[in-house]
Nanobody
């Protein structure tokens, strides 16, 4: 049974940093694209970051790029989201996700592309 468990959320002041972790179990995730999404109250779940099997990363252009960094540790089945320069608009529940990928360069940004999801972790940024 596949399980993804996020950790590292919390309350932080604007300008601060947090690192989220997602630990996967039930699979070897080295052949998966790994992602992070977030959902604020009353809004749809939105793409935050993704990393391919080969380490290619992608971020949405106008929100988190330059502030957030996704990384992965295949040996531990863990991936991370380092968030710097946090803003109040980053407040949301953050979800990690995974999907098995056919190619080392495959990368996905849509909610609908992902197979497995964590339960979410709350990030609150106070201004």
């Amino acid at each position: 049974q596949v399980q993804l468990v996020e950790s590292g959320g919390g309350l932080v002041q604007a300008g601060g940093s947090l690192r989220l972790s997602c630990e996967g179990s039930g699979r070897t995730f080295s052949t998966y694209v790994l992602g992070w999404f977030r959902q604020a109250p009353g809004k749809e779940r939105e793409f935050v970051a993704a990393i391919s099997r080969s380490g290619i990363t992608t971020y949405p252009e106008n929100s988190v790029k330059g502030r957030f960094t996704i990384s992965r540790d295949n040996a531990k089945n863990i991936w991370y989201l380092q968030m710097n320069g946090l803003k109040s608009e980053d407040t949301a529940v953050y979800y990690c996700a995974a999907v098995e990928a056919p190619y080392v360069t495959s990368i996905y940004t849509s909610v609908h592309d992902y197979q497995y999801w964590g339960q979410g972790t709350q990030v609150t940024v106070s201004s």
